[in-house]
């Protein structure tokens, strides 16, 4: 185990306060005749005691603690309720494009994460985080309403079409409201979870490392209903005047959730151990700091000697137990700085790794699982693995003899998180081998439809000749690497015609049944978003068609594609009184072209054919599943023991800032991904995959360096053996001030000043 004894323990060891150590946490914790309140002064003593002896318990946890688990599953329904749907809110509503879209969607989440530092300040410095959840909650749930209020179309949709008419006010009113949330979800986060912290008493120690393991899988709880819920509430049609998607009703449920998050809050308010601010702490903390650096290069001379700590260079003005609370912070906050790089792997399972599923197949025999949908195997992975980890692996561990901190285990989340991109790779490598051969930036490619009623000859200078049957085509693209082509067809006479094709691009020649008119479509040359199938039909019968959902389609004409879900879908051609009907099942992610012939009526639409552009998705979405588990037992190890690590290193006054320092981690990590994104990509992603767990490799071998070197402390315990020291010492103290203070004016520095190490 990791424990250094310091000056301050050592002198709390002798103070007869026997280290103890508290398995399930890992950490080495001090149990202690002397609590803080044992060195306070007897009023203040006497206002903690009555309140611990309001806290009511059941099962050894304080009641309280109940009010602050619902409120966080109704706040993480609200939040990610209303992220699950923002994007699509942009794309499809406000008719944002996708780089627009997702650029405003990652920067709403970088927000959210940079926030917490505002709500820490207030929390520690000025409100308390009793009231500053309050009035920060109030913030987040009319952010909700403005957020809802700004997606009902009818508000401005004067003439009645189904858009709303003035884009200006629903995009001012959301933007409105997602500022309002990002400051709202931000600044409770890091209050929330050390409130709950504060209401555990020195006795509940073991309860408190559980709270924080239940606090998690309230947050997951929330989380997987509401992703999964509110997909489907948009998915709704309403409206007042026009039937739209419902996008009110899905901002609106978490609006809702938010509300009764804070009414179920604000119900436990005459139960919580409420702690105030002591001051204006973190102007204090960097006056102080501002001091130490002055004062260090103010005596920056070698004739002055050296002290343990820099920021022991404000030992002069400022309080010793102040230094020390600072000397605390800075220690976990420095621990902190590899931890970004494990956050940006996380986030890119939000991202990166939903594309891949893009390219997979989603067909789970008795259910089928969209792309985006594979999201949730997190939180669901999350509700079984904390139980089995804390109640089963690491107890097991701790029966095994081996010491399993939380630093080493935050270590050994980060490489489990490596190795989920290892396996993400390797699922890359296996969806690359059944992707198709798309054309480099310099080459050309090109298929042959025969809508001509015979066979034909087809040669395409200077060497390709093809045979395509009537209503048939080329088996695969041609690849060129020339745009310039001359394509010769031998019909009752040679027709010959010149085409330059797209540099990069996919093109199809449609030969239609007047060959003379021939002519090139362009072809997707990527896989279709979101795991869709892209069709289009050419017409090949001799009137107009109207086709279910597209527009009518001229004779010899070919239609844009069309993106089609997974599935059975039917469509009816039509022309005047003559009409049938045409079923097909498609898979995920591929791309047809269907000819349409001319005895299309006559055969009941049996004769349609169809051109497979692009082959559906083959390998199996199952195959994700190991790097999901891998990337949420990472997420286990290092984000649960993170949350229970920043509170108990914590002074007691600066617990929120500390948690606001955890979620800035995830804040970098969110503003890497947006940079590696705009720097550009590897060419091959499976290459990226490996190089990012490469990174993470990297950085959790610097960061257990760094973590071999952290002594784990009792803030409670040392604060309160410095706050005795100071009872025992004012005069002592006072002099050395007195004493130093002159030695500043003349400029001289004969007297070394005491220092104490925390
Ligand atoms: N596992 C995530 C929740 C999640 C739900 C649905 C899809 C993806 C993820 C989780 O527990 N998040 C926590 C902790 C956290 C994680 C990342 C950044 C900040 C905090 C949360 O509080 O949201």
């Known amino acids: 185990m990791l424990i250094r004894h310091t000056p301050v323990l050592a002198a ?7 280290v103890q150590v ?7 914790q001090l149990t202690h005749t002397h609590t803080p309140a044992a060195s306070m ?10 309140k611990k002896k309001k806290t009511a318990e059941c099962c050894g946890y304080p009641i309280s603690i109940f009010f602050i688990v619902v409120n966080e599953f109704c706040e993480r329904f609200s939040y990610y309720g209303m992220r699950a749907v923002l994007v699509l809110y942009f794309r499809y509503f406000l008719l944002w494009d996708d780089d627009l879209a997702t650029s405003i969607y990652h920067a709403f989440v970088a927000l959210c994460y940079l926030t917490p530092i505002l ?10 985080k009793f009231k500053t959840i309050i009035y920060l909650s109030i913030v987040y749930a009319i952010g909700q309403v403005t957020m809802a209020v700004s997606t009902i179309h009818d508000i401005t949709d004067s003439n009645r079409d189904g858009t709303p008419d003035n884009f200006t006010f629903h995009i001012a009113l959301s933007m409105l409201g997602l500022i309002l949330i990002a400051l709202g979800t931000g600044g409770i986060k890091p209050c929330v979870a050390a409130f709950g912290g504060d209401q555990f008493q020195e006795h509940q ?12 899988l309230c947050i997951n709880a929330g989380s997987l209903l509401s992703t999964l819920i509110t997909p489907v509430l948009r998915a709704q049609e309403c409206g007042i005047h026009t039937q739209q998607q419902c996008y009110p ?5 978490p609006a809702v959730l938010m509300v009764i998050s804070l009414v179920v809050f604000i119900a436990g308010s005459g139960m919580y151990v409420k702690t105030d601010p002591e001051g204006n702490i973190m102007w204090s903390v960097c006056k102080c700091i501002g001091f ?17 700590h820099w920021m022991d260079w404000a030992d002069e003005k400022y309080d010793k137990l102040l230094i020390a609370q600072i000397k605390m912070v800075l220690k976990v906050l420095f621990l902190y700085i590899p931890l970004p790089m494990f956050w940006t792997l996380f986030d890119q399972k939000g991202s990166r790794w939903t594309l891949q599923a893009t390219t997979m197949s989603g067909d789970f025999g008795g259910f089928i699982l969209q792309p985006d949908q594979m999201q949730t195997v997190n939180p669901i992975l999350i509700l079984t693995m904390v139980p089995i980890m804390d109640r089963l692996i690491f107890p097991l561990i701790q029966k095994c003899g081996l010491n399993f901190s939380p630093l080493k285990r935050m270590t050994v989340g980060m490489l489990f998180a490596a190795t989920a991109f290892v396996s993400a790779a390797l699922v890359q490598i296996e969806i690359d081998k059944t992707l ?39 088996a695969d693209y041609i690849t060129f690497d020339h745009q310039d082509i001359t394509v010769s067809l031998n019909t009752s006479n040679v027709i010959t015609k010149a085409f330059s094709l797209i540099k990069g691009g996919r093109q199809t020649l449609i030969i239609p049944s007047d060959p003379t008119v021939m002519y090139l479509v362009e072809d997707t040359k990527s896989k279709p978003r979101e795991g869709k199938n892209a069709i289009r039909f050419v017409n090949g019968w001799t009137a107009d068609l109207n086709i279910t959902n597209l527009d009518s389609i001229e004779p010899s004409a070919t239609t844009n594609y069309t993106l089609v879900n997974q599935g059975k879908r039917d469509f009816v051609l039509r022309h005047g009184e003559q009409w049938c009907e045409f079923s097909r099942k498609f898979g995920f992610g591929a791309s047809y072209t269907f000819l349409i012939t001319e005895a299309v009526f006559s055969s009941d639409c049996e004769s349609i054919v169809e051109v497979e552009d692009m082959k559906p998705n083959s390998v199996h979405m199952a195959l994700q599943i190991p790097q999901y588990f891998l990337i949420t037992t990472g997420e286990v190890m290092f984000s649960v023991t993170g949350l229970q690590f920043s509170y108990s290193q914590a002074p007691k006054n600066m617990k929120s800032v500390l948690q606001a320092g955890w979620l800035c981690t995830n804040a970098v990590g969110n503003i890497i991904v947006l940079i590696v994104a705009e720097i550009g990509k590897l060419p091959k992603q499976w290459a990226e995959y490996v190089l990012f767990a490469s990174l993470l490799v990297a950085v959790s071998i610097i960061f257990s360096i760094m973590a071999y070197f952290y002594t784990y402390i009792d803030p409670a315990e040392i604060e309160a053996q410095i706050r005795k020291e100071q009872g025992l010492e004012p005069e002592e103290k006072e002099k050395e001030k007195e004493t130093l203070e002159m030695e500043e004016k003349d400029q001289k520095n004969e007297q070394g000043v005491k220092q104490t190490k925390i």
């Open 22 to 28: 508290f398995p399930h946490a890992g950490i080495q």
């Open 119 to 128: 709500g820490a300040i207030i929390a520690d410095s000025w409100l308390g």
């Open 12 to 18: 709390l060891t002798q103070l007869s306060c026997p």
């Open 249 to 253: 009703l899905a901002f609106g449920v």
């Open 292 to 308: 130490a650096i002055r004062n260090r290069f103010r005596h920056r001379s070698s004739s002055y000697p050296k002290r343990e």
């Open 41 to 50: 002064p007897d009023e203040k003593m006497d206002e903690t005691k009555k």
């Open 205 to 216: 120690s073991r309860q408190l490392n559980t709270f924080f393991s239940v606090f998690y």
């Open 436 to 474: 198709p051969n798309f054309p480099s930036s310099s080459e050309s490619q090109l298929k042959v439809v025969n809508m001509y009623s015979t066979t034909l000859n087809v040669t395409i200078s200077p060497s390709e000749h093809l045979l395509i049957e009537s209503y048939g085509s080329s």
